[in-house]
């Protein structure tokens, strides 16, 4: 079964940091394009990164720019965000996402998610 | 880059279609084909319903279909079940592998 499982989420103090992580399974973890969007809680979903099969080509939506870095070690199958300077903006629910490939353009698997909560 | 606009709310009777508009510009909706929708259901992931505009992963019923006029993408939902109240997403590809989602609009079934 093609799966993708998020992990690291929690409560973290303004200012303060978090790495999350999303492992795939059940297909070539290396070769597709993967993505992280976020939800704030009654709100829509936002894009705010995405890397490549290599890992070679990055890209971070302005909101987090300078904050959050995303990363993969396809060796491990995973994904990872590591975010800083969290402020209460940035809680929500964070999903990993699989481009479907093939010059098609949308997410075609999704994690469950894992909530991001920034607060003192 | 702002949010694509979609209506807050539509509903409809069972068996009744709707539809949901999804207003871009000449940056994101007007500009690529590339215009996919996602339903998600409270507390769940979203699910990929339409792709590239109008086309549908295996799997996803035909009563969903997809369509753009312009810088406005539309999303139909034919026959209307009560397994489709859920909130549904658009979503643009803006170039250079960044993306822009919709408001999102939530579906009631009456």
């Known amino acids: 079964e093609v799966q993708l499982v998020e992990s690291g989420g929690g409560l973290v103090e303004p200012g303060g940091s978090l790495r999350l992580s999303c492992e795939g399974s059940?297909?070539?973890?290396?070769?597709?394009?993967m993505n992280w969007v976020r939800q704030a809680p009654g709100q829509g979903l936002e894009w705010i990164s995405y890397?490549?099969?290599?890992?070679?080509?990055?890209r971070l939506a302005d909101s987090v720019k300078g904050r959050f870095t995303i990363s993969r070690d396809n060796a491990r199958n995973s994904l990872h965000l590591q975010m800083s300077s969290l402020g209460v903006e940035d809680t929500a629910v964070y999903y990993c996402?699989?481009?479907?490939?093939?010059?098609?353009?949308?997410?075609?698997?999704w994690g469950q998610g894992t909530m991001v909560t920034v607060s003192s | 880059q702002s949010a694509l606009t979609q209506p807050r709310s539509v509903s409809g009777s069972p068996g009744q279609s709707v539809t949901i508009s999804c207003t871009g510009t000449?940056?994101?909706?007007?500009?690529?084909?590339?215009v996919s929708w996602y339903q998600q259901h409270p507390g769940k992931a979203p699910k990929l319903l339409i792709y590239?505009?109008?086309k549908r992963p295996s799997g996803v019923p035909g009563r969903f279909s997809g369509s753009k006029s312009g810088y406005t993408a539309s999303l139909t939902i034919s026959g209307l079940q009560a397994e489709d109240e859920a909130t549904y997403h658009c979503?643009?590809?803006?170039?250079?592998?960044?993306?822009?989602f919709g408001t999102g609009t939530e579906v009631t079934v009456l």
């Open positions: 000449s940056s994101d909706v007007g500009h690529f084909d590339y």
């Open positions: 996402a699989r481009d479907y490939g093939d010059n098609s353009d949308a997410f075609d698997i």
């Open positions: 590239d505009v109008t």
């Open positions: 979503c643009s590809y803006l170039g250079s592998y960044r993306k822009v």
């Open positions: 059940g297909f070539t973890f290396s070769s597709y394009e």
């Open positions: 890397i490549s099969g290599p890992g070679s080509t990055i």
